[in-house]
């Protein structure tokens, strides 16, 4: 994907024009604090003066093109601005009104007036603008926390849709720093995958946190990827609108599950990018990517000097894929030879007091326990309250820990249960000896098993571009085709079904048994949820069965379907494909029949998806003990089910221009070498009024 434009000359400008009054005003204050060097150039109709600077009337008479403008005016005004600024040849700007699209008709009428004329890259409007902490730029009409990065230091990227988010992000006291702070709006010309491409290639910024409402480009967003994946620079994404579900359940289970954020984040998992759902985990995951990256693995160690904290931290670690190996015998021996036999050595460790002070034991210890190899070692250490207490004995221990990791090259983190107990300037101390420090016990781990996760992830290929089917244009017909027409349509694409075929009689019902065979299965076609309606009868094993059951369900639905009876099913599965908004048909794969609504276990998966990432799915659901012979069953044959799931979604993928809805629910999988089976089938494709009615 192309970026429309080129924002360097905008995010690092030499001379910036401000429009406007108080807004404006705040601009020029910020810069000048932060010790912008380069020209700014206030611009006022009647005023001479702002902030102690020379005002100009117009754009027009400023001494040379502004590369970056910052318009602070109402939204009425702020096209005809945006039009001077590209007549004269400026580098880009900020718009700072709101009340365009977002706000009702007539703003939407002058956000399209804005984007034809805005010839030049602009962010917004409805956005505070941008923060530049590495070259002390500020775009920016409000007071922020964050400082000027000294030379040679490095940060952090954060990238807000809400800048009101960005304001609270940048008054963080955690110990963060950060090389840029921009905020989109309304994203109308520059979006958030834009930003983050133009911001990611500078050498001053370490890793990337994205605060994400909506997504402006699927294209950008996979172009973002690979140039992180080329830079081995991290992402971690904070999106929001987890409740909201852009599809409400219709025909099938599928509707209901795969909701748009289940699909964005099954999207930022194809991209490598981490994910947490809180502003403490973002902040803590971006201070230990800040430092150290990615993680080669999910082993982890920890050292304290209570049983309390050792307790705390490996509950934490409880249901997450970072873990704390056990030690063996030759490991523990010369850790005990210096804490004495009253320890007991184990991760995570609980040293105890005995060698609390002392400096040189502490580091001996601490430098023995490095060797060993984790992925991340943590040391827990809570400071007592700056005004009130002394810190002597606690910076006994920081300077050991900062002793042992020098000598040992290993990547450590020192850990604070709780934020207050952490202070800023300890922190800043130790990420200069290349040491994250961290507050929180959930919020480090979830740090660690993210930055370990994108290690993985940066050891393989990055995976295809998803293919995304919008929604049709045009007023739309839904047809829903009985299980019959379903299963027709995906035999012809080799998908393995059981046989069967339409019955509108007794005498038809008897003839076709005998050439289908015992056990059958008897249906009421055009019922969704055949389960909660009676309209199906299972284990049919003879006439007279058949024939009852045939009673029972006449004048159900549409028609009756008759169907031999897969056997020996070890597990039932779900797959689905349901249109999402921004994503075209996803696929959703969970535990078949009811499970999947009474344990709510699924997981979305874009389109195309490979079968490596189908089976690490599968294994990861819930039941996934049932696939692997559980309490002596039967191992289910996974091969044959992911066969069967990938000749779906090329069926699905062959048919995407006019599919609305599929759902298998249940696939049987049998046991090892006898197959997997779509034993129902759901189907509803879309048609545009014209061809309906032409």
């Not at 402006?216 to 172009?223: P, T």
């Not at 959930?442 to 996760?453: G, M, Q, R, V, W």
């Not at 007023?475 to 019959?484: D, F, W």
């Not at 059958?520 to 969704?528: F, P, S």
């Given at each position: 994907?192309?970026?429309?434009?080129?924002?360097?000359?905008?995010?690092?400008?030499?001379?910036?024009?401000?429009?406007?009054?108080?807004?404006?005003?705040?601009?020029?204050?910020?810069?000048?604090?932060?010790?912008?060097?380069?020209?700014?150039?206030?611009?006022?109709?009647?005023?001479?003066?702002?902030?102690?600077?020379?005002?100009?009337?117009?754009?027009?008479?400023?001494?040379?093109?502004?590369?970056?403008?910052?318009?602070?005016?109402?939204?009425?005004?702020?096209?005809?601005?945006?039009?001077?600024?590209?007549?004269?040849?400026?580098?880009?700007?900020?718009?700072?009104?709101?009340?365009?699209?977002?706000?009702?008709?007539?703003?939407?009428?002058?956000?399209?007036?804005?984007?034809?004329?805005?010839?030049?890259?602009?962010?917004?409007?409805?956005?505070?603008?941008?923060?530049?902490?590495?070259?002390?730029?500020?775009?920016?009409?409000?007071?922020?926390?964050?400082?000027?990065?000294?030379?040679?230091?490095?940060?952090?990227?954060?990238?807000?849709?809400?800048?009101?988010?960005?304001?609270?992000?940048?008054?963080?006291?955690?110990?963060?720093?950060?090389?840029?702070?921009?905020?989109?709006?309304?994203?109308?010309?520059?979006?958030?995958?834009?930003?983050?491409?133009?911001?990611?290639?500078?050498?001053?910024?370490?890793?990337?946190?994205?605060h994400i409402e909506g997504f402006d480009s699927i294209q950008g967003f996979e172009a973002l990827a690979r140039q992180a994946h080329r830079l081995r620079k991290p992402v971690v994404v904070l999106k929001v609108g987890k409740t909201s579900q852009a599809q409400q359940a219709a025909?099938?289970?599928?509707?209901?599950?795969?909701?748009?954020?289940?699909?964005?984040?099954?999207?930022?998992?194809?991209?490598?990018?981490?994910?947490?759902?809180?502003?403490?985990?973002?902040?803590?995951?971006?201070?230990?990517?800040?430092?150290?990256?990615?993680?080669?693995?999910?082993?982890?160690?920890?050292?304290?000097?209570?049983?309390?904290?050792?307790?705390?931290?490996?509950?934490?670690?409880?249901?997450?894929?970072?873990?704390?190996?056990?030690?063996?015998?030759?490991?523990?021996?010369?850790?005990?030879?210096?804490?004495?036999?009253?320890?007991?050595?184990?991760?995570?460790?609980?040293?105890?007091?005995?060698?609390?002070?002392?400096?040189?034991?502490?580091?001996?210890?601490?430098?023995?326990?490095?060797?060993?190899?984790?992925?991340?070692?943590?040391?827990?250490?809570?400071?007592?309250?700056?005004?009130?207490?002394?810190?002597?004995?606690?910076?006994?221990?920081?300077?050991?820990?900062?002793?042992?990791?020098?000598?040992?090259?290993?990547?450590?983190?020192?850990?604070?249960?709780?934020?207050?107990?952490?202070?800023?300037?300890?922190?800043?101390?130790?990420?200069?000896?290349?040491?994250?420090?961290?507050?929180?016990?959930?919020?480090?781990?979830?740090?660690?098993?993210?930055?370990?996760?994108?290690?993985?992830?940066?050891?393989?290929?990055?995976?295809?571009?998803?293919?995304?089917?919008?929604?049709?244009?045009?007023?739309?017909?839904?047809?829903?085709?009985?299980?019959?027409?379903?299963?027709?349509?995906?035999?012809?694409?080799?998908?393995?079904?059981?046989?069967?075929?339409?019955?509108?009689?007794?005498?038809?019902?008897?003839?076709?048994?005998?050439?289908?065979?015992?056990?059958?299965?008897?249906?009421?076609?055009?019922?969704?949820?055949?389960?909660?309606?009676?309209?199906?009868?299972?284990?049919?094993?003879?006439?007279?069965?058949?024939?009852?059951?045939?009673?029972?369900?006449?004048?159900?639905?549409?028609?009756?379907?008759?169907?031999?009876?897969?056997?020996?099913?070890?597990?039932?599965?779900?797959?689905?494909?349901?249109?999402?908004?921004?994503?075209?048909?996803?696929?959703?794969?969970?535990?078949?029949?009811?499970?999947?609504?009474?344990?709510?276990?699924?997981?979305?998966?874009?389109?195309?998806?490979?079968?490596?990432?189908?089976?690490?799915?599968?294994?990861?659901?819930?039941?996934?003990?049932?696939?692997?012979?559980?309490?002596?069953?039967?191992?289910?044959?996974?091969?044959?089910?992911?066969?069967?799931?990938?000749?779906?979604?090329?069926?699905?993928?062959?048919?995407?221009?006019?599919?609305?809805?599929?759902?298998?629910?249940?696939?049987?999988?049998?046991?090892?070498?006898?197959?997997?089976?779509?034993?129902?089938?759901?189907?509803?494709?879309?048609?545009?009024?014209?061809?309906?009615?032409?």
């Amino acid at each position: 994907m192309q970026r429309p434009f080129d924002l360097q000359r905008l995010l690092r400008p030499r001379s910036i024009a401000v429009v406007g009054g108080s807004a404006a005003v705040n601009v020029i204050v910020q810069c000048q604090r932060m010790g912008y060097t380069g020209e700014l150039w206030p611009v006022h109709p009647s005023r001479t003066e702002m902030a102690g600077l020379k005002t100009y009337p117009s754009i027009a008479e400023l001494p040379d093109a502004p590369d970056a403008c910052f318009v602070g005016v109402n939204r009425h005004i702020t096209p005809h601005i945006v039009a001077e600024l590209v007549a004269r040849g400026a580098g880009g700007a900020v718009c700072y009104a709101s009340g365009f699209r977002e706000a009702d008709e007539e703003g939407q009428r002058l956000e399209a007036r804005l984007e034809a004329v805005a010839k030049l890259p602009l962010l917004g409007p409805n956005c505070y603008g941008f923060i530049n902490y590495a070259d002390g730029v500020l775009l920016w009409p409000d007071q922020h926390g964050g400082r000027r990065l000294a030379d040679g230091e490095q940060g952090v990227a954060i990238l807000a849709q809400s800048s009101n988010l960005a304001i609270n992000l940048s008054m963080q006291q955690r110990g963060l720093p950060l090389a840029y702070l921009l905020t989109a709006g309304n994203q109308m010309q520059i979006g958030l995958s834009d930003l983050a491409l133009a911001v990611l290639d500078d050498p001053r910024v370490t890793a990337l946190g994205l605060h994400i409402e909506g997504f402006d480009s699927i294209q950008g967003f996979e172009a973002l990827a690979r140039q992180a994946h080329r830079l081995r620079k991290p992402v971690v994404v904070l999106k929001v609108g987890k409740t909201s579900q852009a599809q409400q359940a219709a025909l099938t289970h599928t509707a209901s599950l795969a909701g748009s954020h289940a699909a964005a984040s099954a999207f930022l998992k194809r991209l490598g990018f981490g994910q947490v759902e809180s502003l403490s985990a973002f902040l803590e995951t971006l201070k230990l990517l800040h430092v150290h990256g990615s993680l080669d693995a999910y082993s982890l160690s920890s050292l304290s000097c209570s049983g309390g904290e050792a307790s705390l931290v490996a509950d934490a670690a409880l249901g997450r894929k970072v873990y704390f190996p056990a030690l063996t015998a030759e490991q523990q021996a010369p850790i005990e030879a210096v804490l004495g036999a009253k320890v007991t050595v184990q991760n995570p460790l609980d040293y105890q007091t005995y060698i609390w002070g002392d400096e040189s034991a502490m580091t001996l210890a601490f430098t023995h326990w490095l060797k060993l190899g984790f992925s991340l070692n943590l040391l827990i250490l809570d400071f007592p309250h700056l005004a009130r207490c002394q810190h002597e004995d606690w910076l006994v221990a920081l300077r050991a820990w900062e002793q042992a990791v020098q000598a040992t090259g290993q990547k450590a983190a020192l850990v604070a249960s709780l934020p207050e107990n952490l202070p800023e300037l300890y922190v800043e101390r130790l990420a200069f000896q290349g040491i994250a420090a961290l507050s929180g016990f959930e919020e480090t781990l979830i740090a660690a098993e993210i930055a370990a996760d994108i290690g993985k992830f940066w050891q393989q290929a990055l995976a295809e571009p998803c293919i995304s089917v919008p929604q049709p244009v045009l007023p739309i017909s839904k047809q829903t085709l009985t299980e019959a027409q379903a299963k027709a349509l995906l035999a012809q694409a080799a998908v393995p079904l059981p046989l069967g075929q339409v019955v509108n009689s007794l005498e038809a019902a008897l003839q076709a048994a005998d050439v289908l065979g015992y056990p059958l299965v008897l249906k009421a076609l055009g019922i969704a949820h055949k389960t909660e309606q009676a309209a199906l009868r299972l284990n049919l094993t003879n006439r007279l069965e058949l024939s009852a059951a045939f009673a029972d369900l006449e004048g159900l639905g549409s028609g009756l379907y008759l169907e031999s009876m897969v056997q020996g099913g070890v597990a039932e599965l779900l797959v689905g494909f349901h249109r999402d908004p921004c994503f075209g048909l996803v696929m959703s794969l969970g535990l078949g029949g009811i499970w999947v609504e009474l344990l709510r276990d699924s997981q979305t998966l874009l389109l195309p998806s490979p079968a490596v990432e189908i089976e690490q799915v599968l294994l990861s659901l819930k039941g996934a003990a049932l696939l692997q012979g559980y309490r002596g069953k039967p191992v289910a044959d996974l091969a044959a089910a992911i066969t069967a799931i990938l000749r779906i979604q090329d069926f699905v993928l062959n048919h995407a221009a006019q599919l609305h809805e599929l759902e298998i629910n249940p696939l049987i999988i049998c046991a090892v070498g006898q197959g997997a089976y779509a034993a129902d089938a759901l189907l509803s494709r879309t048609f545009s009024e014209e061809k309906v009615h032409g």
